[in-house]
T-cell receptor, first 115, second 107 residues
Framework: EAGVAQSPRYKIIEKRQSVAFWCNPI?????LYWYQQILGQGPKLLIQ????????DSQLPKDRFSAERLKGVDSTLKIQPAKLEDSAVYLC?????????????FGPGTRLLVL | GIQVEQSPPDLILQEGANSTLRCNFS?????LQWFHQNPWGQLINLFY???GTKQNGRLSATTVATERYSLLYISSSQTTDSGVYFC?????????FGKGTMLLVSP
C-alpha cells in the first residue's frame, strides 16, 4: 500500500512570494490533515478535511493561507504572500473512514524556508 | 485549549539502557497518542492509549487518565530508537501535540 505522498520535499522562497504544496493521501482515506511543524515544536493542525468538506480550519491563518481538496482525494495548501515565520515543515496526514482520527498516517513533509 | 507538557525535553542514552518519557495534560481527554519522529522527519504512530496500558515489543505505554498523565517506556534501547517522541491529545476535536522529547541513543 502506497503511503501519503507530498511534493515538493524542499522549497526555498523569498518573503512575499507565494508557494503551493501538494498532498496525495492513502487511497480510500476520507480524512486529510495539514499540519505546520516549526523547528523544535510539535505539529500544529492547520486544516482538516472530511472528503472535500472542511471540518476544522480554526488555526489556519486565512489572510495568507488557503487549502482545497476539490475532488475529495488530493489536496493543495497555498501560502500567499509568505512571511519569514512561515519557515517550517508542512506535514500532510490521512485517516481511514470511520477511524475518528485515531490512526493518522503522515507523509514525509515539505520543508519550507522563507528568506 | 488543552495544554500538553512533555519531559524530559532531551535524553541521551547508551544502547541497551531503559528510559521513561512523561506526558502531562491539563484537561480530560478521549484521545491520547504517542508518536515517534525519526531523524529524517517521518512521524509514526506508536500507541493510541487514552487509558490503561499497552505493550508493543520493547515499547510500552501507560495512561492514568484520572491523574492526567501518560508514560512511555523504552526498554533495551537501540540506536534506531533515536528521534523525537511526541504525545498528542484531544478532547472531542483535533489533536494537540506536545513539544516532544528528543532521544539520542549512542552505540
Amino acid at each position: 500500500e502506497a503511503g501519503v505522498a507530498q511534493s515538493p520535499r524542499y522549497k526555498i522562497i523569498e518573503k512575499r512570494q507565494s508557494v503551493a504544496f501538494w498532498c496525495n493521501p492513502i487511497s480510500g482515506h476520507a480524512t486529510l490533515y495539514w499540519y505546520q511543524q516549526i523547528l523544535g515544536q510539535g505539529p500544529k493542525l492547520l486544516i482538516q478535511f472530511q472528503n472535500n468538506g472542511v471540518v476544522d480550519d480554526s488555526q489556519l491563518p486565512k489572510d495568507r493561507f488557503s487549502a482545497e481538496r476539490l475532488k475529495g482525494v488530493d489536496s493543495t495548501l497555498k501560502i500567499q504572500p509568505a512571511k519569514l515565520e512561515d519557515s517550517a515543515v508542512y506535514l500532510c496526514a490521512s485517516s481511514p473512514p470511520r477511524d475518528r482520527g485515531i490512526t493518522q498516517y503522515f507523509g514525509p513533509g515539505t520543508r519550507l524556508l522563507v528568506l | 485549549g488543552i495544554q500538553v507538557e512533555q519531559s524530559p525535553p532531551d535524553l541521551i542514552l547508551q544502547e541497551g539502557a531503559n528510559s521513561t518519557l512523561r506526558c502531562n495534560f491539563s484537561d480530560s481527554v478521549n484521545n491520547l497518542q504517542w508518536f515517534h519522529q525519526n531523524p529524517w522527519g517521518q512521524l509514526i504512530n506508536l500507541f493510541y492509549i487514552p487509558s490503561g496500558t499497552k505493550q508493543n515489543g520493547r515499547l510500552s505505554a501507560t495512561t492514568v487518565a484520572t491523574e492526567r498523565y501518560s508514560l512511555l517506556y523504552i526498554s533495551s534501547s537501540q540506536t534506531t530508537d533515536s528521534g523525537v517522541y511526541f504525545c498528542a491529545v484531544s478532547g472531542y476535536s483535533t489533536l494537540t501535540f506536545g513539544k516532544g522529547t528528543m532521544l539520542l541513543v549512542s552505540p
